[in-house]
């Protein structure tokens, strides 16, 4: 069983505010990922990491910011949301296999921006 | 063109039928191919994994891959009413190791 937990699960905030999105996970993988998705949309990378202190862009434009100082630890932050930040991100990680594509996703947070 | 690319569905079936879900993706140098299930309001967990031409079987899933068509197509026999949900493709391009590039998902419905 996966064990990556998220938090919060919901956020509802003002325009402006900075928050911070929490993921963390018991199995020791070093990759992890941020995935933003929309109702019936698919799933975007938003970051990823190979481990402490490495952080890369994904292929969806995002201006939140990460940072991986623990391996555990992958906390995604907004500096000042905005209404069109309004949707699911979803953590993961992922175990060393062959092609790495055993995700592991955490619950997801809901975010809403007034 | 969408990398990934699926029908949204929904793909009704009644229970015990077969369901069959199709993938398409552009990257003709992809290596990598994944099935995964996502119930509403949950998050999405691994159902199947290919990496080579062909079937894979596990259970009631079988996957199936066609490099050189570009296609990658889910079977689930047996069909569950606790089935429904959307079945998301994914795809690692060439280069993106580990980089998962995931389709829009079918949404399955089975009806008793």
């Known amino acids: 069983e996966a064990d990556i937990y998220q938090t919060p699960r919901y956020l509802v905030i003002g325009t402006g505010k900075k928050i911070t999105l929490e993921c963390s996970q018991t199995?020791?993988?070093?990759?992890m990922y941020w995935y933003q998705q929309d109702p019936g949309m698919e799933l975007h990378l938003i970051h990823y990491?190979?481990?402490?202190?490495?952080?890369e862009k994904g292929d969806l434009s995002s201006e939140s910011t990460v940072s991986r100082i623990r391996t555990e630890h992958f906390p995604l932050t907004l500096e000042s949301a905005r209404p069109s930040h309004t949707s699911q991100y979803l953590c993961?990680?992922?175990?060393?296999?062959?092609?790495?594509?055993?995700?592991?996703f955490g619950e997801g947070s809901r975010l809403t921006v007034l | 063109q969408k990398e990934v690319e699926q029908n949204s569905g929904p793909l009704s079936v009644p229970e015990g039928a077969i369901a069959s879900l199709n993938c398409t993706y552009s990257?003709?140098?992809?290596?990598?191919f994944f099935w995964y299930r996502q119930y509403s309001g949950k998050s999405p967990e691994l159902i199947m994994s290919?990496?080579?031409?062909g079937d894979k079987e596990d259970g009631r899933f079988t996957a199936q891959l066609n490099k050189a068509s570009q296609y990658v197509s889910l079977l689930i026999r047996d069909s569950q009413p606790s089935d429904s949900a959307t079945y998301l493709c994914?795809?690692?391009?060439?280069?993106?190791?580990?980089?998962?590039?995931f389709g829009a998902g079918t949404r399955l419905a089975v009806h008793p």
């Open positions: 993961a990680s992922s175990d060393p296999g062959p092609a790495g594509g055993e995700l592991f």
């Open positions: 199995m020791g993988h070093d990759k």
């Open positions: 990491s190979y481990g402490v202190n490495s952080t």
């Open positions: 990257d003709r140098g992809s290596q990598s």
């Open positions: 290919i990496y080579s031409n």
């Open positions: 994914a795809v690692t391009p060439w280069g993106g190791y580990n980089k998962l590039i």
